[in-house]
């Protein structure tokens, strides 16, 4: 299989292991393709495979899928019940790979990893080289340099929040899932409006304090590992920023529920932010006008005190 040009889906957890991926395919020098930006197109085509219910962003997934099958020969669809023990993902990525199979059969191939069943990061990408015919050895030496460099890369964007952190700047932390926050549809104008207002953006998703338990000062009973990570971030910065907002995308259960009590726990300006498939802009902006115009008031009332 190693002439096969593989499919890469900018969508769901791909936005965690990018690097890892694709540093660990070059060095297997086994071609692929990413898929390209969401756009209003992108959505409706993943509408057309799920039903209604799906949450926005696994609508965005598959319609990536769907532009790559023309594209290349198969797709890496990752399916992650667990990152760490003790903990859950949210159930779309234990079904991820059987839906994905049934929608585009024998197309798929699967990077499966799962802490509870003792499937490390390592041991998933050794499967993966075997499911391309790939020497053991050869595909470990790939993954140790990818996951080298991966660390690298992960510890660069904490660098660089940490020093907007720490600065002198007015700050506002976007929380979120990587999949919602670097998705420029999601997204929208977002980021732009906040650096208009001369305000620094602070990502959660950049910090991997993976052993800490900061988390349960809001919730002891947590245990979906991506709302853990982004709590986690929260209890970093709550005392160096100047307000919270929180973005989602419709219908996420794990977030309505997590949201809530980070909303009535966190003496922090907060602006909740739900992202459906009209993703009205004007409405967005005008929200967030409205939330920098709060931070400003309390800044105010502040220095006047």
Not at 166 to 182: D, E, F, Q, R, W
Not at 277 to 288: L, M
Request: glycine content about 4%.
């Amino acid at each position: 299989m190693k002439d096969i040009k593989l499919g890469l889906v900018n969508g769901l957890l791909y936005y965690d292991y990018e690097e890892l991926i694709k540093v660990f395919l070059d060095e297997l020098n086994i071609s692929y393709i990413s898929s390209g930006k969401t756009t209003k197109e992108t959505i409706e085509s993943g509408k057309r495979l799920l039903v209604d219910e799906s949450c926005l962003s696994l609508k965005i997934y598959f319609g990536h899928m769907k532009e790559l099958m023309d594209k290349c020969d198969y797709v890496i669809t990752i399916r992650c019940p667990s990152i760490r023990r003790d903990e859950m993902m949210c159930t779309n990525f234990y079904a991820l790979y059987d839906l994905a199979n049934n929608l585009f059969p024998n197309r798929i191939i699967e990077l499966n990893i799962d802490l509870k069943k003792r499937i490390t990061l390592k041991r998933a990408f050794i499967k993966l080289g075997k499911k391309l015919n790939i020497n053991r050895c050869k595909t470990a030496r790939a993954f140790d340099k990818a996951f080298k460099r991966y660390v690298e890369k992960r510890n660069e964007e904490t660098e660089k929040q940490l020093n907007i952190l720490n600065s002198t700047a007015k700050k506002i932390l976007l929380v979120g899932h990587s999949y919602n926050l670097l998705d420029d549809y999601i997204m929208s104008d977002i980021k732009n409006i906040l650096k208009d207002n001369n305000i620094e953006v602070i990502l959660s998703n950049r910090f991997f304090d993976e052993e800490n338990e900061e988390y349960q000062s809001i919730s002891k009973d947590l245990y979906w590992s991506k709302n853990i990570d982004s709590l986690n971030a929260i209890m970093r910065c709550k005392d160096k920023i100047d307000g919270l907002i929180l973005i989602s995308a419709f219908p996420c259960g794990p977030d309505s529920l997590v949201n809530e009590m980070i909303r009535h726990k966190l003496d922090l300006p907060i602006l909740n932010l739900v992202i459906d498939e009209t993703n009205d802009n004007g409405g967005i902006i005008t929200r967030i006008e409205s939330f920098i115009d709060i931070i400003n008031m309390q800044e105010d009332v502040y220095d006047q005190n």
